[in-house]
Nanobody, 121 residues
Framework: QVQLVESGGGLVQAGGNLRLSCAAS????????MGWFRQAPGKEREFVGC????????YYADSVKGRFTISRDNAKNTGYLQMNSLKPEDAAVYYC??????????????WGQGTQVTVSS
């Protein structure tokens, strides 16, 4: 059982930056793909991006490509989501997850509780 805890959410102005962190409870985190998802009020949870267990491969949703960067530090059992040039439509609860990977939620077995990101226009 891997427990994930997100942090770093908050309120930011449009055009600003935030970095989210995802801390894992076990070293087995380093053997899984890590994904980030988000859910805005009244909308389905959507894929943001993911990173392979080695950290060498990343994949992003078109809506965040070029603005968001996912990274990980397996020595610290922690993953990151750097969000730059934030837009009001990026506002959502952001979740990290680990598992076999991909853009579908069923590719991930373990989920964090989420962290709120609010973007003011």
């Amino acid at each position: 059982q891997v427990q994930l805890v997100e942090s770093g959410g908050g309120l930011v102005q449009a055009g600003g930056n935030l970095r989210l962190s995802c801390a894992a409870s076990q070293r087995t985190f380093s053997t899984y793909t890590m994904g980030w998802f988000r859910q805005a009020p009244g909308k389905e949870r959507e894929f943001v991006g993911c990173i392979s267990w080695t950290g060498r491969t990343t994949y992003y949703a078109d809506s965040v490509k070029g603005r968001f960067t996912i990274s990980r530090d397996n020595a610290k059992n922690t993953g990151y989501l750097q969000m730059n040039s934030l837009k009001p439509e990026d506002a959502a609860v952001y979740y990290c997850a680990t598992g076999s990977g991909g853009s579908a939620q069923n590719g991930y077995n373990y989920w964090g509780q989420g962290t709120q990101v609010t973007v003011s226009s």
